[in-house]
């Protein structure tokens, strides 16, 4: 299997809801690094797996829909603990379907698996990872951030 990985990172303000989290239930702030990793049991004939151009824009392109907002205020987040782990799932829901709908070129239509990772600090990060054309969901919730 042939993988490549892009980054970015982002700012964003939360609060998550719930006794177990604390004073994270107060609104505060976190910076995320988030790895792409996209997966494919081949190369296409430039011997590449995906456009790693395209790939960096896309995963920046949906970062700023998060980047720099309280995302208790996000019709699609609201109401919901948007912990580490569940905002990896939510942007692979975001990738998954950009690369299935062609948005990623034809190399992406190609990508078989994908994990996205969001490192919080050096000692702690959360991952998602999934393949493409699944069905994934969580409590109810699809990958692309709407009720299942």
């Not at 987040?77 to 948005?103: P, W």
Request: charged fraction near 20%.
């Amino acid at each position: 299997m042939f993988s490549l990985t892009v980054c970015d990172h982002i700012m964003i303000a939360h609060s998550f809801q719930g006794e177990e989290f604390g004073p994270a239930q107060r609104l505060h702030g976190a910076t995320y690094a988030v790895e792409a990793e996209f997966r494919a049991p081949q190369l296409d004939r430039l011997n590449l797996l995906i456009d790693i151009g395209l790939a960096k824009t896309e995963l920046r392109r949906i970062l700023d829909s998060i980047d720099y907002h309280n995302l208790d205020e996000l019709p699609a987040l609201a109401a919901r603990n948007t912990t580490t782990e569940y905002m990896a799932f939510h942007i692979f829901g975001l990738l998954a379907a950009s690369l299935r709908s062609g948005g990623m070129g034809a190399g992406g239509l190609a990508v078989t698996g994908l994990k996205v990772l969001l490192r919080e600090s050096p000692v702690a990060w959360a991952a998602y990872e999934g393949r493409i054309g699944e069905d994934s969901q969580i409590e109810g919730h699809s990958a692309e951030g709407g009720a299942g």
